[in-house]
């Protein structure tokens, strides 16, 4: 679970993305991306995927927030039509998926390396060994 401090500072965080996301894919004055902009694409919905993980608890609101957010980024991709300067792709609403199940696994293997390192035990195995050779 995370700490209020947490959930609240992701909140903010991903306020401000998501605000953000209409200037930076939506602009002419931001430049087109590069050939890897796959990977602008699933970079960004992982982080806004771990973003809400962290800033919401129950699995149900979880679901919903990344749906939303994957939606939302389609729209962006639709939207991109409308200016002449950009253009959106289905291939950038697959990277946007791809972005959502990569967030998913990275917030899922957090946690699982988080609760290993808390359930590990305490004291450092030489720790032990250097005070049995000392008796």
């Known amino acids: 679970m995370a700490s209020c401090f947490t959930q ?3 909140r903010i965080v991903l306020g401000i993305a998501l605000i953000l996301m209409p200037w930076g894919t939506l602009s002419s004055s931001v430049p087109t991306p590069p050939s890897c ?8 919905l992982t982080g806004l995927t771990v973003l809400v993980f962290l800033s919401f608890e129950t699995t149900r609101v979880r ?3 990344v749906i939303i957010i994957f939606l939302y980024s389609a729209l962006l991709e639709l ?13 950038d609403v697959g990277a946007n998926a791809l972005g959502c199940v990569a967030g998913l696994l990275v917030y899922t293997f957090s946690l699982w390396i988080h609760q290993a390192v808390r359930n590990s035990p ?11 050779k000392s008796r």
């Open 8 to 10: 609240l500072t992701s």
């Open 37 to 44: 902009a796959w990977l602008l694409h699933v970079s960004a």
């Open 63 to 65: 679901a919903w927030a």
């Open 79 to 91: 939207l991109q039509h409308f200016n002449p300067m950009r253009h959106g792709s289905m291939e």
């Open 122 to 132: 305490k004291t450092c195995p030489n720790e032990n060994a250097d005070v049995h």
